[in-house]
């Protein structure tokens, strides 16, 4: 079974700033990750997704996402944070038929 | 244009009183998803249809009930409801099958309380 694991529940960074979220995943066999986020009293959205191929994604916001075999991560990161980045953001590991098996959350805050 | 859509945003309901979650989708996907998200924690797939094709998960609590009716509309029913079971609801759909270019498409959920 595919398990999630998001090392930090909360994360204050000032604007401008750069920020990290971390993600750590467990699976067996081969693995697509996600990150989503969920801006407040919002739905997930999908924020940016690795599949195959490069392990460096982008999202057209900022974001990045680097896919590290060795160490089982996905690190998020944006160099330079946003006000309106405040939200809280989910790792997770895809197992078939798209079922998603998320991370516990971390909140980014943004502070002025 | 909201393409899945949840209703009521808020849901407030009597311990022990039935209730039903609504969603509905005009993406023509073949796939709904119910998760529960509780205050803090991570969404937890309850369970899912593909197509007709109900899959339930194995520690979904048997007070949990799902419908199908058509490929648009999905209903999550509590039959008794308590007070563990207050959480956000969120529907979610997605194209089906194991397409690597498989997104899911999330409402903005229904908040749940039980008094």
């Known amino acids: 079974a595919q398990s999630v694991t998001q090392l930090d529940s909360q994360v204050p960074v000032f604007e401008e700033a750069p920020v990290e979220l971390r993600c750590n995943y467990s699976s067996s066999v081969s693995v697509y990750l996600f990150w989503y986020v969920q801006y407040p009293n919002q739905g997930l959205q999908l924020l940016l997704k690795y599949l195959s191929g490069s392990t460096l994604v982008e999202s057209i916001n900022g974001f990045e996402a680097e896919f590290n075999k060795s160490q089982t991560s996905f690190h998020l990161r944006k160099p330079s944070v946003h006000i309106s980045d405040t939200a809280e953001y989910f790792c997770a590991v895809r197992t078939r038929y798209g079922k998603l098996t998320f991370g516990q959350g971390t909140i980014l805050t943004v502070h002025p | 244009d909201a393409m899945v859509i949840q209703n009521p945003r808020y849901q407030v309901t009597q311990f022990g009183k039935p209730v039903t979650l609504s969603c509905s989708q005009t993406?023509?996907?073949?796939?709904m998803y119910w998760y529960q998200q509780k205050s803090s924690q991570a969404p937890k797939l309850l369970f899912h249809y593909y197509d007709k094709d109900f899959n339930n998960e194995a520690d979904t609590p048997d007070n949990f009930q799902s419908r199908r009716p058509n490929t648009s509309f999905c209903f999550l029913d509590i039959r008794s409801p308590g007070l563990g079971d207050a959480a956000m609801y969120l529907c979610?759909?997605?194209?089906?099958?194991?397409?690597?270019?498989?997104?899911?498409?999330f409402g903005s959920g229904t908040q749940l309380s039980v008094l």
């Open positions: 993406l023509n996907h073949n796939v």
């Open positions: 979610a759909t997605s194209r089906g099958g194991e397409g690597t270019n498989e997104k899911l498409f």
